[in-house]
């Protein structure tokens, strides 16, 4: 298999080399300022790839992690030299010498810059290799430990949410930027980043001064990066692979200080503590507070801004909906450390009204800050009693109901400790089926609040906003109440049987 | 409530009639009975899946057997759950943790759950993070925890609300020999001092040295059960539960593993 797999990535590599080498003879065509704007930013590009890609991906993979030759006794020098030769075998390190010696390409119609650049891109790729390897090294002990792990993992999801945002102005941007790119690569030019890049351009025009200057740049980044990495793998050879967060000492209660000493109050402040430390429930802490974001650019971008206040409200109530409804997975999510409530003869009222008690407190004030927020930027202060409204109707009727599903159903949720994008294997359809019933169940249930609003809102008299409010707040807390009556029930009946199936699925 | 399983002034502390469990086809406890007389330091050893992690998981409430009952004090487990719970402190193994919370917290919780007191409850956790050893990581997210000082916190976890019953699966698996004189200390005082223990356990040695009393399951079923001395009848518990169980390798064994 792993043959298969370097082949594949050698053809590939293959492929992108192919694509470089007739853009670079293409471009080769143009003026020696063009050639150097070009390719000072394409190489500053690939040295952040260098930079970014390694620590990103040992998250996942830690193919250059120094911690695997602490057992080994090598000599530094000969170990920093193998290591830095062996990248060259690899396909990507490959791929980058050709390439970057393959820039000599786009200067035929200036041999004297074609040489220059053969020897700058040999020294280009090695600043690649060295970058990669130092920040791998500095990074190391940090990769390994859980906390890198947990945030790594939350915060690479917010680039992804806000994607649509991101890529309409980037579009929106680089209309402006066509300007901007030559200023943009002299500035490069020096810096670490783009500095070798740029010595063959100035060769071309002349600037032999510039040139010297740019490869002492050049050539001082390669060495400070030799160094840092040398000292960063020396320490990394001696440290063992995974040391444990420092040790701490008692007296840190945290949330179990906020929340009343009650078998409630203590399984609320649990699940608090989960919702900040867990990244399984941190990433949906993450997410649900930048979906109202999400919702007013796209209501932005097709009705203007005047509905600002409105769209930020009403997403509001799906951020505080999504927060209360991942309370139906909790048992799935706790897993076999489940066993300590059933041990502990928790009674379900108790375990019922603790997880609602913290995911109701969260998005409650999610909802009621967007509201607040929406009714401030949009100056509609007279319709606030309406999303507020559908608010707290949303939060009671999507806890109630969750706290019913959560002790008859179990599904596949991540473990753990796994990240929480990891998807289990198994058959997920019917849990889809339980979500989607979920889902319906409290659309059906927040009718009369959502109706109340939406007049409100259309015909933009308060008096409805006001009865919306009214009737959320009684309707919301009667559901609720029925709700973790009916879920503690069931959960009386039932926990064994929660506890059986959720460790069928380990 | 029933009192038919409690013979005597004395109900045992834990009294098992006809548990039985089985997992699909593959029968993993076929219908034991067993009394744990109050105040003793009760053994259960087998063979790896004998079916002692399930007995014990439906004595102490936390799987639903087929058939049969239990009574811990005289109090119907699968009756009255919460009232059984109260009198019984339980470490399991082969469950997670809540490992997101510190150790300090951890304990707390479990106290908490039971309903007890705040005070009483920080007492406590500060009494038994010290005797454990634990009072420098007290802070530290159990996640990060090495295996036996998760196996410590567990077992605090279970002593928080000082029950009449201790059922402690696995207790020394991977605790270092220090920790386990200390368990063995805290154990043998809250014996004295009234208390029962059940201890499943694989280590022959340890089982014949500190329990007064043993049952040998294998494959679900009780084949022994008594005092140590009764059991074992002059033999050593080891040879005495080889004999029991069975299933030594006669053969040759790896003939490729001689160095000679
Ligand atoms: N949830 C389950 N689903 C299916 N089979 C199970 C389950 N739990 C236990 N078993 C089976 O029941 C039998 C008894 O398992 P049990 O865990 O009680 O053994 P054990 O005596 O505790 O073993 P060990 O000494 O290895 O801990 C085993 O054959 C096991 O495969
Ligand atoms: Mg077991």
Redesign the pocket.
């Known amino acids: 298999m792993q043959v298969v797999g370097l082949v594949i990535g050698g053809l590939y590599g293959l492929g992108i080399l192919a694509m470089v080498m007739v853009g670079l003879v293409a471009l080769g065509a143009q003026g020696p300022e063009a050639i150097g704007t070009v390719i000072v930013l394409a190489g500053s590009a690939l040295f952040l790839g260098w930079l970014i890609i390694p620590v990103v991906a040992s998250g996942l993979d830690m193919t250059l992690d120094p911690a695997r030759f602490t057992t080994y006794s090598i000599p530094m020098k000969s170990l920093l030299a193998g290591l830095a030769l062996s990248s060259f075998i690899g396909v990507p390190g490959a791929v980058t010498l050709l390439a970057t010696v393959g820039t000599a390409a786009a200067w035929w119609q200036h041999p004297l810059s074609a040489l220059v650049a053969v020897l700058c891109g040999a020294l280009a790729a090695l600043t690649c290799i060295v970058a990669s390897r130092a920040i791998t090294a500095a990074s190391a002990s940090l990769a390994s430990s859980r906390k890198f792990k947990d945030f790594s993992g939350m915060v690479l999801l917010v680039p992804l949410i806000l994607l649509g945002p991101i890529i309409t102005g980037v579009t929106a941007g680089i209309q402006d930027l066509q300007e901007y790119l030559p200023s943009l690569a002299n500035t490069l030019s020096w810096t670490p980043l783009g500095a070798v890049w740029a010595v063959p351009a100035e060769v071309a025009a002349g600037h032999w001064v510039l040139a010297g200057a740019k490869l002492v740049i050049a050539l001082a980044a390669v060495a400070a990066l030799t160094l840092i990495w040398k000292i960063c793998l020396a320490k990394a050879l001696v440290t063992p692979a995974y040391a444990g967060s420092s040790r701490r000492s008692a007296g840190h209660m945290g949330f179990f200080k906020l929340f009343a000493a009650t078998p409630t109050g203590a399984v609320a402040a649990r699940s608090m503590t989960y919702w900040f430390r867990d990244p399984r429930y941190g990433t949906g802490l993450i997410m649900a507070p930048l979906l109202p974001l999400v919702f007013v650019f796209a209501g932005s971008q097709a009705a203007g801004t005047g509905s600002l206040g409105i769209t930020l409200g009403l997403g509001g109530v799906l951020a505080a909906f999504l927060i209360v409804w991942s309370i139906s997975s909790d048992i799935s999510y706790d897993n076999t450390a489940f066993a300590l409530h059933l041990a502990a003869g928790v009674s379900g009222t108790a375990d019922r009204s603790g997880r609602a008690l913290a995911a109701g407190t969260l998005g409650l004030l999610l909802g009621v800050l967007y509201a607040v927020v929406g009714a401030g930027i949009g100056g509609s202060w007279a319709l606030l009693p309406a999303t507020l409204g559908l608010t707290i109707g949303v939060v009671g009727s999507a806890l109630g109901l969750a706290s019913v599903f959560s002790s008859r159903f179990t599904m596949n949720a991540p473990l753990p400790g796994d990240s929480p994008m990891k998807s289990r294997p198994g058959n997920n359809f019917p849990a889809m089926l339980v979500q989607l019933a979920g889902f319906a169940g409290v659309g059906v249930l927040i009718v009369p609040e959502l109706v109340l609003t939406i007049i409100a809102l259309a015909t933009h008299q308060p008096l409805f906003g006001w009865i919306s409010l009214a009737v959320g707040v009684v309707l919301g807390g009667a559901l609720l109440l029925a709700g973790i009556r009916m879920g503690a029930g069931q959960y009386n009946r039932r926990a064994p049987e929660l506890l059986?199936a959720v460790?069928?699925d380990r | 409530m029933s009192d038919r399983a409690a013979p005597g002034q004395r109900p045992p502390a834990l009294a098992i009639r006809g548990l039985a469990k089985r997992?699909?086809s593959?029968v993993?406890v076929n219908s034991i009975f067993l009394d744990v007389p109050a105040g003793s330091f009760y053994g259960l050893v087998?063979?790896?899946?004998?079916?002692?992690?399930?007995?014990l998981s439906m004595a102490t409430g936390l799987l639903r057997p087929d058939a049969g009952q239990v009574w811990v004090h005289g109090v119907d487990v699968w009756g009255s759950p919460l009232e059984a719970k109260r009198l019984m402190g339980l470490l399991p193994?082969g469950v997670r943790l809540f490992d997101r919370l510190t150790g300090e917290q951890l304990v707390t919780y479990a106290g908490l759950l039971r309903g007890m007191d705040k005070d009483t409850v920080a007492d406590r956790v500060k009494d038994l993070l010290a005797t454990l050893d634990l009072a420098k990581d007290a802070g530290t997210l159990v996640v990060d925890y090495s295996a036996g000082m998760t196996k410590k916190i567990a077992l605090a976890s279970a002593l928080i609300h000082a029950p009449r019953l201790l059922v402690l699966d696995?207790p020394f698996e991977s605790v270092d020999p220090v920790s386990a004189a200390n368990i063995k200390d805290i154990l043998n005082s809250y014996v004295e001092s009234g208390g029962t223990v059940i201890v499943?356990s694989?280590v022959m040695d340890l089982v014949q040295r500190m329990c007064d009393h043993v049952a040998v399951?294998a494959g679900g079923n009780v084949l022994a059960a008594g005092t140590v001395d009764e059991v074992r009848g002059g033999l050593s518990l080891e040879d005495k539960f080889v004999e029991l169980v069975g299933g030594r390798n006669q053969t040759a064994g790896l003939q490729w593993l001689r160095t000679s």
């Open positions: 059986l460790s069928a | 997992f699909g593959k993993a087998g063979p790896n899946g004998a079916g002692k992690t399930t007995s193994d696995e499943s694989h399951i």
